[in-house]
């Protein structure tokens, strides 16, 4: 090795962009896909050094977000790509153990939303609202002020959370909200759609140098409809997911997860 080589100090900043571009140029020349266990990983990243807490850190946030393709909700269809995603995402990192985290949601879910237990696997849980008489009378006259916002708004939630290390986890909850988007959108078809469909037939139809094919071609009431549904729409979604960042720091900062009483004119908006 030359003396120049020898003499020359990468900073971590330096590291990173090299490994980057040797890992680029392996793969222009073809080169076999690298397969390393954890203990390799974490041998590594200590002869660079970084901690061994960092980089199993690290591969937890990893392993978090590979698991996150295999959700329990799931966006479908040419709908989502028309009037926006009907699911409703809110993650963070939490020094909380995972398996307190859990019980403390899921007696939430059971206790202040009017939600129950519909699927679970090993780092997560579908929930959907209570059915029944009485659980919808419960969340219609509310007069406890509880809000049960993911009941009223929410076809179904998911509840994920991955342990990062013994006392930190990532937590995930995600609101369905397709029958709050068909709601926006059919609502405002009815309301806005045919009176400007009926308007933009009357139009046309008046008009002797339009053939009357265009009638059932002109996109003008569809289009003004759908921009209104989406204008409306995206604000019920960012209502939740205030909801769920709102829940998330009760969780990360060990208050009670009981949302607080709404004031009346919250609950006139």
């Known amino acids: 090795m030359s003396e120049s080589s020898q003499g020359h100090q990468l900073?971590?900043?330096?590291?990173?962009v090299v490994i980057?571009?040797?890992?680029e140029l392996e793969a222009e020349v073809g080169s076999a896909a690298l397969e390393l266990s954890e203990a390799d990983v974490v041998r590594i990243a200590q002869e660079v050094g970084l901690s061994e807490e960092s980089i199993r850190r690290a591969l937890a946030e990893h392993q978090a977000a590979v698991t996150r393709g295999g959700e329990l909700l799931a966006e479908r269809g040419w709908i989502s790509r028309l009037c926006g995603s009907g699911l409703v995402t809110a993650t963070r990192n939490i020094e909380r153990p995972a398996e307190e985290i859990r019980q403390e949601i899921e007696s939430h879910?059971?206790?202040n939303e009017s939600l129950r237990l519909v699927r679970r696997t090993k780092i997560a849980s579908l929930w959907e609202p209570e059915t029944g008489v009485v659980a919808s009378l419960m969340r219609g006259l509310d007069v406890f002020g509880k809000g049960y916002q993911l009941a009223k708004k929410g076809h179904a939630v998911?509840?994920?959370t991955?342990?990062?290390?013994?006392?930190?986890?990532?937590?995930?909850?995600?609101?369905d909200l397709a029958s709050e988007r068909a709601g926006w959108f059919w609502g405002l078809g009815a309301a806005v759609g045919v009176p400007l469909a009926w308007l933009a037939t009357a139009v046309i139809l008046a008009s002797y140098d339009i053939p009357n094919?265009?009638?059932?071609?002109?996109?003008?009431?569809?289009?003004?409809?759908?921009l209104l549904a989406r204008?409306?729409?995206?604000?019920?979604?960012?209502?939740?997911?205030?909801?769920?960042?709102?829940?998330?720091?009760r969780v990360e900062h060990g208050e009670a997860l009981e949302p607080p009483r709404p004031s009346w004119r919250d609950l006139l908006k």
């Open 11 to 16: 900073t971590r900043q330096d590291l990173e």
């Open 20 to 23: 980057r571009r040797a890992a």
């Open 109 to 111: 879910f059971q206790a």
């Open 158 to 160: 998911e509840f994920r």
């Open 162 to 175: 991955v342990p990062l290390s013994e006392e930190s986890s990532q937590v995930s909850l995600t609101c």
């Open 213 to 226: 094919a265009l009638v059932l071609l002109s996109p003008v009431p569809v289009a003004i409809t759908v």
């Open 231 to 249: 204008a409306g729409y995206r604000r019920a979604v960012e209502k939740m997911r205030r909801v769920l960042d709102g829940l998330l720091d």
